[in-house]
């Protein structure tokens, strides 16, 4: 069975700008791409096309995404663009009137089209193989799973609802299956993403679909128990303190996910929440998360906030400063307000200026970085599992305990890592710690 091997496979460079969900999108069409037997290629010399996965959502996000383009015309001059900024035709063909095609988020039969119009593919059944874990660009060991996308709120400072549409929820069966064939493949670590994981099913009426045999509804408890027992970390991100979340609560307590929550609470004033138009805004925060810390005492809490949102006072702000230091919550991100185009919250009265705004970030990251030292320093003298994300010669291994989600959260730095490889699980003992990150030695045999 012979096959040409001197036609060289057709390559695709990639840019993928934006959140985690964009990634899982690029992921995606790069997935059917590799099945058709194309290649991805890392520079801009060395593809035949670029692809631009674009970001539209806040103002910087959008002159990133411009900027982008821009770099792969003169530096290709080939180019593909999708994504969020993809909605917004005009101000991309502004930029870089001779992209080849231009489609918005999730669009990837189109993609793909525009890849083929412009690069067919190399039709050779031999090459168009992909490993049953699609192709990923995330590192082999973790993946991200997007449970649903769009979301059925109306937060004045976000556009998604009218980027991505209302909730729409994968079916359960579907995303389990995927999750099963990541695992097999050799993923270690499993990120739920969604707009909003609490609400997944909600549009689906939480319908049952098959899983190994039995029927399963598509709602938040019952996917993170399934996935639980697929033998890999499991992470929640974008999670909001509805009452039905203790029930997960105790999935992390049982051991059967990870006991880490990612919940994005913006602010702790009510005025500002309800400015905001934040989904559970009167749930009553600081007594929920007391009630998690009792059922599951090692859960990780992550949260992101807003700093300067229009209207904020200086009280509001001590509000959120007092809930800071009452809630010790163990990760922290925080962002100063920046208009969105088309959000609501433009058109808000009372407008905080850029140096208070500046001001107020500096005082939260103040205490927010005082309250991750505190914590991380309690870590100190405990054996913790090591997720080993990278090797290299100059700085050993690097991994990360169960507090820690990849890119957005710390790392653990092993002082003492022979022959440790990316994906590889190991105990260790925290020997120092810093502000965001920590210091272990292996405390004994790696477990692989
Ligand atoms: S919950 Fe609010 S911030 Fe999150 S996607 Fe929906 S509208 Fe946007």
């Known amino acids: 069975m012979d096959h040409d091997m001197t036609k060289p496979a057709p390559k695709i460079g990639i840019i993928s700008l934006g959140c985690p969900k964009a990634l899982v999108d690029s992921e995606r069409i790069l997935t059917k791409l590799g099945a058709e037997g194309y290649e991805i290629s890392d520079t801009y010399d060395d593809a035949d096309v670029v692809l631009v996965n674009t970001c539209g959502f806040i103002d910087s996000a959008r002159l990133e995404s411009l900027e982008a383009i821009r770099e792969a015309m003169a530096q290709n001059g080939r180019v593909i663009v999708t994504g969020c900024l993809g909605r917004d035709e005009g101000a991309i063909r ?222 509001d702000f001590e509000t959120l400063l007092d809930f800071l230091e009452d809630a010790q919550l163990d990760r922290i991100g925080c962002f100063q307000y920046e208009n969105v185009r088309g959000a609501q919250a433009n058109a808000l009265p009372d407008h905080v200026n850029e140096e208070d705004k500046l001001i107020r970030w500096e005082r939260f990251m103040e205490l927010s970085q005082d309250i991750s030292q505190r914590k991380l320093l309690e870590r100190v003298g405990q054996t913790m599992d090591i997720l080993i994300d990278e090797v290299s010669e100059e700085s050993g291994a690097v991994g990360r305990t169960y507090a820690d989600s990849p890119e957005i959260d710390g790392h653990v730095y092993l002082d003492n890592a022979p022959e440790l490889k990316p994906g590889d699980l190991v105990k260790a003992v925290i020997t120092r710690s810093g502000e965001y990150d920590l210091w272990a030695e292996i405390a004994g045999d790696k477990t692989p």
């Open 94 to 315: 502004e930029v870089a009137p001779g992209v080849l095609s231009v489609t918005g988020p999730h669009q990837y039969e189109q993609v793909v089209e525009a890849v083929h119009d412009a690069l067919p593919p190399a039709h050779d059944p031999f090459v168009d193989l992909v490993g049953p874990e699609g192709l990923k660009l995330t590192p082999r060991h973790y993946s991200y799973l997007k449970i649903s996308e769009g979301c059925n709120h109306a937060c004045k400072f976000c556009i998604i609802p009218d980027i991505r549409g209302p909730l729409t929820s994968r079916p359960v069966g579907e995303v389990l299956r995927e999750a099963e064939r990541l695992v097999e493949a050799g993923v270690k670590e499993l990120l739920v993403i969604s707009q909003d994981t609490s609400a997944y099913g909600l549009d689906l009426d939480y319908a049952e679909s098959p899983w190994r045999g039995r029927p399963v509804k598509t709602r938040m408890f019952e996917l993170a128990e399934a996935l639980g027992d697929l033998g890999a970390w499991v992470r929640l991100h974008y999670v909001y303190p509805y009452p039905h979340v203790d029930a997960v609560i105790e999935l992390m307590a049982a051991g059967k996910i990870l006991p880490y929550l990612d919940i994005p609470f913006q602010h702790a004033s009510p005025g500002v929440l309800k400015a905001m138009r934040r989904p559970a805004h009167q749930e009553k925060t600081l007594e929920r998360i007391e009630k998690w810390r009792k059922i599951c005492p090692e859960i990780a809490i992550r949260s992101t906030f807003i700093v300067g949102f229009p209207g904020e006072t200086e009280q």
